[in-house]
Nanobody
Framework: QVQVVESGGRLVQPGGSLRLSCAAS????????TGWYRQAPGMQRDLVATITSRGSTNYEDSVKGRFTISRDNTKNTVYLQMNSLKPEDTSVYYC???????????????WGQGTQVTVSS
């Protein structure tokens, strides 16, 4: 079993900054990639940023230059640094971990329950 827990979401003013954390734990043999996604009410879940096991990153166009994804392999933790926040960034942010539980098992996606980020005056 793999457990994924996000933290750090809160109310922040436009132009402010926030750092989200995602900690993975449990029977993890290896992690192929991790990423952040967001889903506003009534909307689909969209990619925000991803980082692979080799350190390659990818960002959704609207967050490029403002958000930075990073990881700490020792802690099995991934971070999302969010700067210059806009009201349209308001959403529930979800962490995705693509991992194997053993060498013999296939890669599966594991999701956290989300953390609310609200950007408003």
């Amino acid at each position: 079993q793999v457990q994924v827990v996000e933290s750090g979401g809160r109310l922040v003013q436009p132009g402010g900054s926030l750092r989200l954390s995602c900690a993975a734990s449990g029977s993890i043999f290896s992690i192929d990639a991790t990423g952040w996604y967001r889903q506003a009410p009534g909307m689909q879940r969209d990619l925000v940023a991803t980082i692979t096991s080799r350190g390659s990153t990818n960002y959704e166009d609207s967050v490029k230059g403002r958000f930075t994804i990073s990881r700490d392999n020792t802690k099995n933790t991934v971070y999302l640094q969010m700067n210059s926040l806009k009201p349209e960034d308001t959403s529930v942010y979800y962490c995705n971990v693509r991992a194997r539980t053993t060498y013999y098992n296939p890669i599966n996606d594991y999701w956290g329950q989300g953390t609310q980020v609200t950007v408003s005056s």
